[in-house]
């Protein structure tokens, strides 16, 4: 429901703005992330980084000259893996773990979000190749925040199965901020679009909880690496 209200609401104001606007397009995206975790107490986690698609519309508006104003809704999908304690989850579990559980356990913790980037582009010129700066804040609502064990624990002899309840709570939305680089290379109404960029969020994106019981907190900063197409009028 949350993920159709807020494409319906990106919609029409694509729409709205389209007869304003100077060009519009499409870009695919690799987000490389770089995972950080706050414990909530001593004990620390060890956080993995990997690479997940980015799928981002652009809609350009221009104020004139060089400037021009980037709205850039984007589908975006994070995963971090953490290696937990098995004797620091026993302390929070309301059952005993079995003693053939390995020391530590790994999961894999994956968060999809819309982003909208509202972004101050500045080019190098108005005709031909050009390169371009932009920066501007970025509202991200979180959709979902889902977490698998990835070590295997089928093997182990068991009496009952244990439900290794570890999971992130992630915030509705988050308040972070976009700053990059990248160059147009115009192919009549068509141009080539290539750009990276550095994401990083103001406020926390997520809790890490065991069992209704929070760990400590996760965050990202990501690099993000663009290509695609924009068509000019």
């Not at 004139?64 to 975006?76: H, K, M």
């Amino acid at each position: 429901m949350l993920f159709r209200y807020v494409f319906c609401l990106v919609c029409g104001a694509l729409i709205a703005g389209s007869a304003w606007a100077q060009g519009s397009g499409i870009k695919l995206g690799a987000t490389l992330p770089n995972w950080r975790y706050a414990a909530d107490s001593a004990a620390n986690l060890t956080t993995g980084n990997m690479g997940n698609f980015t799928l981002a519309l652009v809609q350009e508006f221009p104020l004139g000259g060089i400037f021009a104003i980037q709205l850039e809704p984007t589908y975006s999908v994070r995963t971090t893996t953490t290696d937990i304690l098995t004797s620091m989850l026993a302390q929070y579990s309301p059952d005993s773990i079995p003693s053939t559980f390995p020391s530590a356990l790994e999961f894999e913790h994956q968060i999809t979000s819309v982003e909208i980037p509202i972004l101050l582009k500045i080019s190098t010129g108005t005709e031909g190749i050009r390169g371009y700066l932009f920066a501007g804040p970025n509202v991200r609502i979180q959709l979902s925040a889902v977490t698998r064990l990835r070590t295997d624990t089928t093997n182990l002899n068991t009496d009952t199965q244990i439900p290794l309840d570890v999971r992130p709570k992630a915030r509705t939305a988050v308040a972070a901020a976009d700053i990059g680089a990248g160059i147009e290379i115009p192919l009549g109404l068509v141009s080539l679009v290539a750009d990276a960029r550095y994401t990083f969020p103001i406020t926390d994106m997520s809790s890490l909880e065991a069992f209704g019981r929070r760990l400590g907190t996760l965050n990202s900063n990501d690099i993000r690496i663009f290509a695609g197409l924009m068509f000019r009028w």
